[in-house]
């Protein structure tokens, strides 16, 4: 069953919480706090090792019973069933949405076109372990008969913005093999990562869903040649893998059978770490990591899936996402890891929910009125205090921001650990409660400065506060806690698509991209340059000199 159409801003929940915004907009977090002694208590959550604290939000029990009412009047949890079952609810492609199906249990059975993908799916996950374990015990052996030492994922988007941002994550629990990530079709970037690796003992994966991605054909074809400045061609059968669901082109290429794994297009390109797409992730961590990762995000659709909305971690993040952004006109959400290892997490989001929920046609074809599409960034806390937080403190803006941390030092440097996160609370708390005139004077007087001096000096030192966070704390970072983080953003996204009433699972505005570079490149490289705009065809000659 398609998903249903429903304009959320004719909804009777809409209109209350616009006029709930109306009266409870100037409220103050501290206030709020001051008010209820259970507030802290009663917006939060554990769920398995998670502690979610969303206390510190611009919310009342009001505004929470009416996102829930909104969720409601959507039909949110008609929609969650359809998503998880296999419908079609990626339309404009004609596909389900089944990245789910890649965790699932193996005695599931999950639908489509009458087929369960449930057996293929295991069937490709035992031949990532017996891959990937071959190539790491060293059984797997290069031309010249050493074991390999390096893992090359040649890839874009989807197909590479996961295995990198992943292997980054669990680098604590990394084996020897070294991995490298080429994805940008700028030639110096494979030129450098070809200057770390040798022939002889280097894995090449080729990932791409299509098999026509322009970016890593053309990086796989240098590649190649390199590789055959020191092979013969039927060595290629010995260093290259890929994985994708084009398996002519892939013959094509010359990579053995053996060494081709499938995808299947019900799997979203941004969605894909947990299929096949996550080989080097595999080989990077060893099968058994991998797994644990896809159980986290397992035990995460679960409780997606089944837990009341109430209690519903993604669910409860996306509608707080919503109110901010629909309602406060909040335009961007920053997400800070106080980890160095996710470093790469909000970059990987920003593919996740951009490419998903930046649309402004609805799901019957008009055009929408009201804001879609978080504008995502973030980098690891406490180097981001030191780069962007002034402006999240005093600036101009309304920035929501979450906040995930660690109870558990991997290394177990307390001291670094105790520090770091004592950086971690006090933010969250500095950004709710800021700065008044009383406390800046007090401060400024202790320091013995002088009346005129403070009264300078005093606006410059003043912080409004009333700047909400959601503060998640896990236990540890692990494949199995990292695998239910990204479970639950992708949830989070799946929520705010629904509500929206947009298409989350194609990427139109990326396909224009790749046509218009195409008819660009010709231009480039014939004499002649056809019909573009003054300025473009400018620029051209200018290129072309
Ligand atoms: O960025 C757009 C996109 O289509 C992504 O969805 C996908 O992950 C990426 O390009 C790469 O595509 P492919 O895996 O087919 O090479």
Redesign the pocket.
């Known amino acids: 069953m398609p998903l249903e159409k429903i304009n959320p801003t004719t909804t009777d929940a809409w209109k209350k919480l616009e006029k709930h915004y109306r009266e409870t907009k100037d409220h103050h977090l501290k206030d709020l706090f001051k008010n209820d002694p259970d507030r802290a208590k009663r917006f939060s959550r554990q769920w398995q090792d998670f502690f979610v604290d969303f206390s510190k939000n611009r919310i009342t029990d009001t505004t929470l019973e009416t996102l829930f009412q909104l969720a409601k009047e959507v039909k949110l949890k008609d929609a969650i069933g359809k998503y998880f079952e296999g419908d079609i609810i990626n339309e404009t492609e004609g596909r389900a949405v089944l990245h789910t199906a890649l965790r699932a249990g193996e005695s599931e059975e999950i639908l489509v076109d009458k087929e369960n993908v449930v057996p293929e799916v295991y069937e490709v996950r035992e031949h990532i372990r017996k891959f990937s374990d071959a190539v790491i015990s060293g059984k797997l052996k290069g031309f010249t008969g050493k074991a390999f030492t390096d893992v090359v994922n040649i890839?874009?988007?989807?197909?590479d913005l996961g295995p990198v941002m992943v292997t980054e994550a669990l680098k604590f629990y990394k084996n020897h093999l070294k991995t490298h990530f080429v994805s940008n079709i700028d030639g110096d970037h494979v030129e450098e990562i070809l200057k770390e690796i040798n022939p002889e003992t280097t894995l090449f994966v080729i990932?791409?869903?299509?098999?026509?991605?322009q970016e890593?054909l053309t990086n796989a074809l240098t590649i190649k040649k390199w590789f055959l400045e020191s092979a013969s061609p039927k060595e290629i059968a010995k260093h290259f893998a890929a994985v994708s669901t084009n398996t002519e082109k892939i013959e094509e290429f010359g990579i053995a059978s053996e060494n081709v794994f499938p995808m299947w297009d019900w799997v979203?390109?941004?969605f894909?770490l947990w299929s096949a797409v996550g080989l080097s992730i595999a080989l990077a961590l060893g099968p058994d990591r991998f797994e644990e990762l896809l159980e986290g995000a397992r035990e995460m659709d679960e409780h997606f899936r089944t837990a009341d909305f109430h209690d519903n971690i993604p669910v409860l993040l996306g509608l707080l996402s919503i109110w901010y952004n629909n309602f406060y006109g909040a335009e961007t959400e920053a997400i800070i890891p106080y980890t160095q290892y996710l470093s790469r997490f909000s970059a990987y989001f920003q593919?996740g929910i951009m490419?998903s929920n930046g649309k402004s046609t609805a799901r019957d074809g008009s055009q929408i009125s009201y804001q879609t599409g978080t504008i995502i960034w973030g980098e690891p806390g406490t180097n981001a205090q030191h780069a962007f937080f002034q402006l999240i403190h005093q600036g101009t803006k309304l920035i929501p921001a979450d906040f995930i941390g660690y109870k558990t030092s991997l290394y177990g440097n307390t001291d670094h650990h105790q520090k770091l996160m004592a950086n971690f609370f006090a933010q969250t708390e500095a950004l709710m409660n800021g700065k008044n005139a009383e406390e800046v004077r007090a401060e400024l007087e202790e320091k013995g400065l002088s009346d005129s001096e403070i009264n300078k000096l005093l606006p410059f030192k003043l912080f409004d506060g009333n700047k909400p966070t959601n503060t998640l704390l896990i236990e540890k970072l692990s494949p199995r806690s990292l695998g239910a983080l990204i479970a639950m953003y992708e949830h989070k996204i799946f929520v705010q698509g629904i509500i929206w009433n947009i298409f989350s699972y194609d990427?139109w505005g990326?396909e224009l991209g790749k046509q218009l570079a195409a008819t660009t490149l010709r231009d480039i490289t014939s004499s002649e340059i056809s019909s573009h705009d003054a300025s473009t065809t400018q620029l051209l000659q200018n290129f072309k000199k």
């Open positions: 890839g874009i988007g989807g197909s990932v791409s869903k299509t098999f026509t991605t890593t979203g390109g941004r894909s593919q490419e990427q990326v």
